[in-house]
Structure formats: structure tokens, C-alpha cells
């Protein structure tokens, strides 16, 4: 059984910063993490994703250069670190597992309870 706990959200001003974990339980090291988000209205989005065993890195253009995924591996943790927030990036943000490197959100086959990421203009 998987169980992933995101924390971090927050309400901050654009250009600001924020660090978003999830800590995992279960077994996790044969896994693909992705974070997503979702807007209001609209779909759920791939943001970013990294493999606890290789640790290579993935990102979404649209945050690519601001946006950090990192692991610890011993605390069972992975962050998303945040710099430079725009409006634009409000949204729900999940913490997700795969079996292997994918952007779509169908693949992942454990799900965070989410947090919500407000950033004001």
C-alpha cells in the first residue's frame, strides 16, 4: 500500500518562493514521482517528476528554470522547490507515483491529498 503526503501550500506574492514536500511510505524506491497541479477549471497538469534510483529530472516548460524536484532518499521525501511564482502557477499540487517516467496523469498510480498553492498579483 502507497501512501504520499504532500505539504508546503501557502499563500504568497508573485515572486516569491515556496517548498512543497511529500513524504512516501510503502515501497517506493522502484517508482517514478511526478508532481501535477490543477487550476480551477481546468485539467490536471504535469509539472515535474524524478526517479528515487537514477534521480533524473523532468519538467514542464512552463516551469522549467524555476521550478526544482529533489529527493531524500532516506526520509522517504520528495520537494518542489518554487522560485519565482507567478499567478499563473495557482493550483492544487499533487504528488503522484508511477511505475515508470510518464507525463500523464493516468499512469500515476498513487495520488497525495494535494496542496493548495496560492500566488497573488
Known amino acids: 500500500q502507497v501512501r504520499l503526503v504532500e505539504s508546503g501550500g501557502g499563500l504568497v506574492q508573485a515572486g516569491d518562493s515556496l517548498r512543497l514536500s511529500c513524504v512516501a511510505s510503502?515501497?517506493?524506491?522502484?517508482?517514478?514521482m511526478g508532481w501535477f497541479r490543477q487550476a480551477p477549471g481546468k485539467e490536471r497538469e504535469f509539472v515535474s517528476g524524478?526517479?528515487?534510483?537514477?534521480?533524473?529530472?523532468l519538467y514542464s516548460d512552463s516551469v522549467k528554470d524555476r521550478f526544482t524536484i529533489s529527493r531524500d532518499n532516506a526520509k522517504r521525501t520528495v520537494y518542489l522547490q518554487m522560485n519565482s511564482l507567478k499567478p499563473e502557477d495557482t493550483a492544487v499540487y499533487y504528488c503522484?507515483?508511477?511505475?515508470?517516467?510518464?507525463?500523464?496523469?493516468?499512469?500515476?498510480?498513487?495520488w497525495g491529498q494535494g496542496t493548495q498553492v496560492t500566488v497573488s498579483s
Open positions: 510503502g515501497r517506493i524506491f522502484d517508482w517514478y
Open positions: 503522484a507515483a508511477a511505475n515508470s517516467r510518464n507525463v500523464r496523469p493516468s499512469v500515476y498510480h498513487s
Open positions: 524524478s526517479s528515487w534510483v537514477s534521480g533524473d529530472t
